[in-house]
């Protein structure tokens, strides 16, 4: 069992109520004189035999109710219209679109040209489980946070009839992730400083807050933050977020009236946990920053020597990756302005050494 956190009951029993109500008056069920005339489209059910409810029903509550979460979804690959329609291959559809809601997305799509066949897309019930069961256990959804075994529904092996299927990094994600150091890392220490690099859920909650802070800020800063009930291990949702982009932003400097890239949204998550602190030089011939090591910062792990350099052969990136400025440590060529600054060389699913 995936251990779930939770925000503190915020619903009375008074709009548990409401939303019951508003949740049968949506179903068209009742006194509604019009319900003969509405036409409810029938979708699959889950292994339990709960009938899917469909997108659009999600979205009568959450597009007010949670905008934000909702926004990144409809620019996620998810929640948009793909190559792939609603008259492909049933075979397709099992990943593409399981439950056959995708064509309720098309109103969120009038601008786009659709897809002839119909919009097939990934429904919010493919990830947080079938709406109906709402109405058990309000203010609960079934699946408030779903964990690497939904997402690995799809994301295991993909068809390899499908050329679209072996470009980039997709060949069997879910297998990769298994095997990986994150997977099988210490989610189970459960101080938050530690927890902060070492589990989702606290990433989740403080890494965004926490973002550059080195070992001694990371240390005060935790000292009187709370334990969480429960944590999970590094995962698929600690990386992406709600629309399946990564968790973290781009770093970019001004140079001479123009925006140059100086860390890429990939290297600041990875350097989130793995952490290293620079020093970047603009270089106006190239427009590019030149970096070395920044030793007035340690990393938390970082060891220094009695002149504050990183100390070798510990396992932090710092002493292996980036060079100092007298030349006592050689690094491997990153880029971090680069997009893919780490994975020109490491698998971001597959991370053993
Ligand atoms: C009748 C209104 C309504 C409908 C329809 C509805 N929800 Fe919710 N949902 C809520 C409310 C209210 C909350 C609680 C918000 C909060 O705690 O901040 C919520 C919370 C959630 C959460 C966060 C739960 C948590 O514990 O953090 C998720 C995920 C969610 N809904 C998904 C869905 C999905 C998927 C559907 C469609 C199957 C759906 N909702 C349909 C009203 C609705
Ligand atoms: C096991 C799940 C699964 C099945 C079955 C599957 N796909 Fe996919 N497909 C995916 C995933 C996941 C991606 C996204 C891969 C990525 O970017 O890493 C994808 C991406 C694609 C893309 C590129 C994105 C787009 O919408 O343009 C096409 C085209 C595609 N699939 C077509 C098909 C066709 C045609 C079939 C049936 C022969 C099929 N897929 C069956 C999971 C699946
Ligand atoms: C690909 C899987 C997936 C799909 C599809 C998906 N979600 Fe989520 N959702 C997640 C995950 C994972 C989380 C928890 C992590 C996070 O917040 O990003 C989440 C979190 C949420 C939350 C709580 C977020 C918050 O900030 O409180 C809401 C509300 C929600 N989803 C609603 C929806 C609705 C509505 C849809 C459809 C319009 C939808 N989700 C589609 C995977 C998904
Ligand atoms: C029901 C099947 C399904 C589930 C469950 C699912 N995905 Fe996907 N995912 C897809 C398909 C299909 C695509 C490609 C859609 C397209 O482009 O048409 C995709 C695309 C993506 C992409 C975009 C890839 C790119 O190249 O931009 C990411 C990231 C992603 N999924 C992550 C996740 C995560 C994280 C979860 C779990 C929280 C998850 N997915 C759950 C089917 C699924
Ligand atoms: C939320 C924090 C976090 C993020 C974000 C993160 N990692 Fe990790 N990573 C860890 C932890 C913790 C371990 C060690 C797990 C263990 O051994 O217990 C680890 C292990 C690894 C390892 C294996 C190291 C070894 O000594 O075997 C590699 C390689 C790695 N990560 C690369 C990456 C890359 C690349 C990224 C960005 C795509 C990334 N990590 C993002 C926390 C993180
Ligand atoms: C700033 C992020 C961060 C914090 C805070 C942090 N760790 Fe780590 N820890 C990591 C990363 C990243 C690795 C993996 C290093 C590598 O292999 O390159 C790691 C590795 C480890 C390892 C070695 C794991 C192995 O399998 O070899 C142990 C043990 C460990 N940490 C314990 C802790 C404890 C206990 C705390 C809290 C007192 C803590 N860490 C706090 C990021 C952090
Ligand atoms: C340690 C962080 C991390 C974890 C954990 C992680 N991802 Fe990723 N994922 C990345 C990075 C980095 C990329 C590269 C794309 C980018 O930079 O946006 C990526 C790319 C992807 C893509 C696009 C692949 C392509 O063809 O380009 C998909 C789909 C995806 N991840 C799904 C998943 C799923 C599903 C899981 C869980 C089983 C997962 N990821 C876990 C960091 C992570
Ligand atoms: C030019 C190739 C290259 C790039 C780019 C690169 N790495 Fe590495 N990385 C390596 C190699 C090779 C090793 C194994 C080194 C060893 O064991 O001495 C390694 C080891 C690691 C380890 C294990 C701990 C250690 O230092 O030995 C982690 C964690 C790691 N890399 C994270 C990252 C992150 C995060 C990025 C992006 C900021 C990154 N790497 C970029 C080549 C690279």
């Keep these: 069992m995936e251990p779930v956190l939770r925000k503190s009951n915020r619903i009375s029993c008074l709009s548990a109520f409401l939303l019951f109500i508003s949740l049968t008056a949506c179903s068209g069920g009742g006194a509604d004189p019009a319900a003969g005339?509405?036409?409810?489209?029938?979708?699959?059910?889950?292994?339990?035999?709960?009938?899917?409810?469909?997108?659009?029903?999600?979205?009568?509550?959450?597009?007010?109710?949670?905008p934000d979460p909702v926004a990144s979804y409809f620019a996620s690959r998810h929640g948009r219209p793909g190559s792939v329609d609603a008259t492909a291959d049933?075979?397709?559809?099992?990943?593409?679109?399981?439950?056959?809601?995708?064509?309720?997305?098309?109103?969120?799509?009038?601008?786009?040209?659709?897809?002839?066949?119909?919009?097939?897309?990934?429904?919010?019930?493919?990830?947080?489980?079938?709406g109906p069961l709402h109405l058990a256990i309000i203010p609960d959804h079934p699946n408030p946070v779903p964990d690497f075994n939904v997402c690995g529904k799809c994301h295991g092996t993909l068809p390899a009839s499908?050329?679209?299927?072996?470009?980039?990094?997709?060949?069997?994600?879910?297998?990769?992730?298994?095997?990986?150091?994150?997977?099988?890392?210490?989610g189970t220490i459960d101080y938050p400083l530690c927890a902060r690099c070492h589990s989702d859920d606290v990433f989740r909650q403080y890494g965004a807050e926490t973002a550059g802070m080195d070992g001694e800020q990371l240390t005060a800063f935790f000292r009187d933050v709370e334990r969480l009930p429960a944590l999970s291990l590094i995962?698929?949702?600690?990386?992406?977020?709600?629309?399946?982009?990564?968790?973290?932003?781009?770093?970019?400097?001004?140079?001479?009236g123009q925006t140059v890239s100086k860390y890429s949204r990939q290297f600041n998550l990875c350097t989130a946990c793995h952490q290293v602190f620079l020093t970047?030089?603009?270089?106006?011939?190239?427009?590019?920053?030149?970096?070395?090591?920044?030793?007035?910062?340690?990393?938390?792990?970082?060891?220094?020597?009695?002149?504050?350099?990183?100390?070798?052969?510990?396992?932090?990136?710092?002493?292996?990756?980036?060079?100092?400025?007298?030349?006592?440590?050689?690094?491997y060529a990153v880029n971090p302005a680069a997009e893919q600054a780490c994975l020109g060389c490491h698998d971001p699913h597959g991370t053993t050494k």
């Design 162 to 186: 499908v050329p679209e299927h072996g470009t980039g990094i997709s060949a069997n994600i879910l297998a990769a992730y298994q095997q990986s150091a994150h997977a099988t890392s210490l």
């Design 37 to 66: 005339n509405i036409t409810i489209p029938v979708f699959s059910t889950d292994d339990q035999n709960v009938t899917y409810i469909g997108s659009d029903r999600c979205l009568t509550c959450h597009e007010t109710l949670t």
């Design 235 to 256: 995962q698929c949702r600690t990386c992406h977020n709600h629309g399946g982009i990564l968790r973290a932003s781009a770093t970019t400097g001004a140079e001479n």
């Design 280 to 331: 970047a030089t603009f270089n106006p011939a190239s427009s590019t920053y030149s970096y070395l090591l920044d030793t007035s910062k340690t990393p938390y792990h970082g060891i220094t020597d009695l002149e504050g350099r990183p100390v070798q052969g510990v396992a932090v990136i710092w002493d292996t990756h980036f060079a100092t400025a007298d030349g006592s440590i050689a690094g």
């Design 90 to 130: 049933p075979a397709c559809l099992s990943c593409h679109d399981p439950i056959g809601d995708g064509g309720t997305l098309a109103p969120w799509f009038r601008d786009l040209p659709l897809p002839a066949g119909g919009m097939a897309a990934v429904g919010c019930e493919n990830c947080h489980g079938a």
